[in-house]
């Protein structure tokens, strides 16, 4: 079979790493970025690039007609800190860029869609501590409100007309090469960028806030890992629990010190993310994505730290 595989939401924090992963994997020609801007990254020249905007139903519709792609990687979101400054654009964008794709993917009989979760999905009154795969979902961000119901609209999709739609929960995601978008989650990486120049940072989270979080070289490796996984494996066609490591600011400074003794943390009060963050789990039981496809983690704290700080000061 040739394949031929979309990635939209190319220039992302997720996306210009997973473009180029698959690149090594399928050729470079095989996989077409799409987004709404044009690359600034090692993407640009390295393969074909499409201006997609996911609400934009023609322009998908062309796109889809053009390349007749095998797999979909739907990676465009509004997430969930900049969602909450404009709730109507994140609803529209991460829901009916869904429902877009989906439908196209049905048409088009595209094998295989990617649509990431977030542990966003859960809420205030999910367990904090070893968050199951089933349990309460009461998400309170326009961000977690389109995750849980587009988790819903994946499995129907998978049930009704047998779309292989395959999806994982992911935790904050720690990366060097692109920038983070807006989320809760991204002050674990603007610590590292601060550390370097300025040898303090002030967190918008309070010391003790305890997140589930991923080194984006685990995340992608796990994603792929799934989307190769046949598909009578996938168990679960909502979206997969997935887990790396969980840390607060306070673990995350004490790790820096480790390279940088001087390293000072402050902490600001009363930023909107901070309700955010509490109402989301501590840690994830990810034990089904380790059962059906053999999930394992390789970067714990102290190799992100080391590996993040080494690549940001080259
Ligand atoms: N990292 C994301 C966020 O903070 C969670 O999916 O919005």
């Not at 709404?36 to 139903?57: C, H, Q, S, T």
């Not at 859960?122 to 977690?144: A, E, R």
């Not at 109402?279 to 380790?290: F, G, L, T, V």
Request: glycine fraction near 6%; charge should be negative.
């Amino acid at each position: 079979m040739k394949e031929s595989i979309l990635v939209i939401g190319s220039n992302g924090q997720i996306g210009t790493e997973l473009v180029t992963e698959l690149r090594k994997i399928y050729g470079e020609d095989v996989v077409i970025a799409c987004d709404i801007r044009r690359p600034d990254y090692d993407i640009k020249n390295a393969g074909p690039f499409e201006f997609v905007n996911v609400l934009e139903k023609e322009i998908l519709n062309n796109t889809f007609k053009k390349y007749k792609p095998t797999q979909v990687y739907l990676l465009a979101a509004l997430l969930s800190a900049t969602g909450e400054q404009n709730p109507k654009l994140a609803w529209d964008l991460n829901m009916n860029g869904l429902l877009n794709i989906l439908d196209l993917a049905i048409e088009y009989q595209t094998y295989k869609v990617y649509w990431p979760s977030s542990i966003a999905a859960f809420g205030v009154n999910s367990p904090k501590l070893n968050t199951p795969q089933y349990c309460i979902m009461d998400p309170n961000t326009v961000y977690g409100i389109s995750k849980l119901a587009g988790e819903r609209w994946c499995e129907y999709y998978f049930q009704k007309y047998g779309l292989d739609v395959r999806s994982i929960r992911y935790p904050g995601l720690i990366s060097w090469k692109a920038a983070p978008g807006g989320g809760t989650t991204d002050y674990a990486i603007h610590i590292f960028h601060d550390a370097l120049k300025k040898g303090s940072y002030t967190s918008f989270l309070s010391a003790e806030t305890k997140l589930p979080m991923m080194y984006m070289d685990d995340a992608i490796r796990g994603t792929i890992e799934l989307m190769d996984s046949p598909a009578d494996r996938i168990s679960i066609r909502s979206s997969y629990n997935f887990a790396g490591t969980s840390f607060t600011p306070e673990d995350l400074a004490t790790e820096i010190r480790k390279h940088i003794p001087g390293f000072e943390l402050k902490y600001q009060e009363n930023d909107p993310r901070q309700a955010i963050a509490s109402s989301w789990p501590q840690s994830i039981d990810d034990k089904q994505a380790r059962q059906d496809w053999n999930w394992k983690p390789e970067f714990n704290l102290t190799k992100i730290t080391e590996d993040m700080l080494g690549n940001l000061k080259r």
